[in-house]
Nanobody, 122 residues
């Protein structure tokens, strides 16, 4: 069984910063891509920032220059440093990971965290 546990959300004023963390635990064989998503009208969730095991990153246009995703492979953990936050960043942020478990190392499965609320006041 695999779990993703997020932390670090909260309430911050516009222009402030938050750092989100997501730790994967359980019977993990390997983790490929990990990322942060949020809900947008008309879509299920959009990618905010993603990172693969080798360290290559990708960002939504709205996150570029303000957010930084990083990864600690030894801890199966990713972080999202969010700077210069805006009220429109208010959302629930979900962690996602593509994981191969020890029971099924040939199969990559999507796992999701429960979400962490980020609220930015103007």
């Amino acid at each position: 069984q695999v779990q993703l546990v997020e932390s670090g959300g909260g309430l911050v004023q516009a222009g402030g910063s938050l750092r989100l963390s997501c730790a994967a635990s359980g019977s993990i064989f390997s983790i490929n891509a990990m990322g942060w998503y949020r809900r947008v009208p008309g879509k299920q969730r959009e990618l905010v920032a993603g990172i693969i095991s080798g360290g290559t990153t990708t960002y939504a246009d709205s996150a570029k220059g303000r957010f930084t995703i990083s990864r600690d492979n030894a801890k199966n953990t990713i972080y999202l440093q969010m700077n210069s936050l805006k009220p429109e960043d208010t959302n629930v942020y979900y962690c996602n990971a593509h994981i191969r478990t020890r029971d099924s190392p040939w199969k990559e499965t999507d796992y999701w965290g429960q979400g962490t609320q980020v609220t930015v006041s103007s």
